[in-house]
């Protein structure tokens, strides 16, 4: 198809200019159909290739019980910013880093479906050109996030676990001795900033038998509860606006 190209100077100006077009072979596919495959733990760089070109990717995850962390950068693209759009598998959207300008990059950190695809579109705004990277990280959860799946653990031992991202809860259960009295300590080793750590006590039907409330970093204490002797207990552990 032909196209015209018109140059003028503004109030009779005169002098000379130069210009050039060039064929921008779009690298990648533009349908979510053609998606490119991305593998976790890498990071890959690709180009945004000027007006309308959205390009697809996918990866799957894994089937372990897992967070991954979603990074995007906008390498080279000047002027407006790039744009990445991460969707699952019924095309709802997960995630958005918008209007990234030059040189600047986004990180999230999704609790995801095991062994699922999931799609992300990217592209630079007005049709600007210039490359960008992707970045897909897994994260194991190293405690289930609901009481059903609660890790077990022994009495007179201790744990270290970690708050992997925003939202995440570990629980875990225990049964009890002969004995009613327990002692409970906990230690906040995180960076969770403003934020404390909590930690509820619950029975099998849910009634909540002790609670420590907000223990900020660096911080430890314990509670000492009555318990009912053989008896199975879960306890929940959460930052509010989690941090890692």
Not at 29 to 39: C, F, K
Not at 43 to 62: L, M, N, P, Q, R
Not at 157 to 183: I, L
Request: glycine share 6%; net charge negative.
């Amino acid at each position: 198809e032909t196209y015209r190209v018109e140059f003028y100077a503004s109030n009779n100006l005169t002098g000379g200019y130069s210009f050039l077009i060039e064929e921008a072979v779009d690298d990648l596919p533009d349908s979510r159909a053609e998606a490119t495959e991305i593998n976790l733990g890498e990071t890959v760089e690709h180009s945004a290739d000027g007006t309308g070109d959205k390009e697809w990717f996918k990866f799957t995850t894994t089937d372990n019980y897992a967070y991954y962390r979603i990074t995007s950068k906008n390498v080279s693209i000047n002027g407006y910013g790039f744009f990445m759009y991460l969707y699952d598998y019924d095309e709802q959207l997960i995630v958005s880093h918008e209007d990234l300008k030059y040189d600047n990059s986004a990180s999230s950190v999704y609790k995801l479906e095991p062994g699922t695809t999931y799609y992300m579109n990217c592209y630079a705004s007005n049709g600007l050109i210039g490359n960008y990277s992707l970045g897909i990280k897994e994260i194991t959860d190293d405690a289930y996030d609901d009481k059903e799946h609660a890790q077990e653990i022994k009495l007179n031992t201790e744990y270290t676990r970690k708050m992997e991202a925003a939202g995440d809860m570990d629980y875990f259960k225990f049964t009890t001795g002969d004995d009613e009295n327990y002692t409970i300590t906990l230690k906040n080793m995180g960076d969770t900033g403003t934020y404390g750590l909590h930690m509820y006590l619950y029975s099998k039907t849910n009634e909540q038998m002790s609670n420590i409330y907000d223990l900020k970093t660096g911080s430890n204490t314990s509670a000492k509860v009555t318990l009912k002797p053989n008896t199975t207990y879960y306890i929940e552990f959460h930052v509010s606006n989690s941090v890692k």
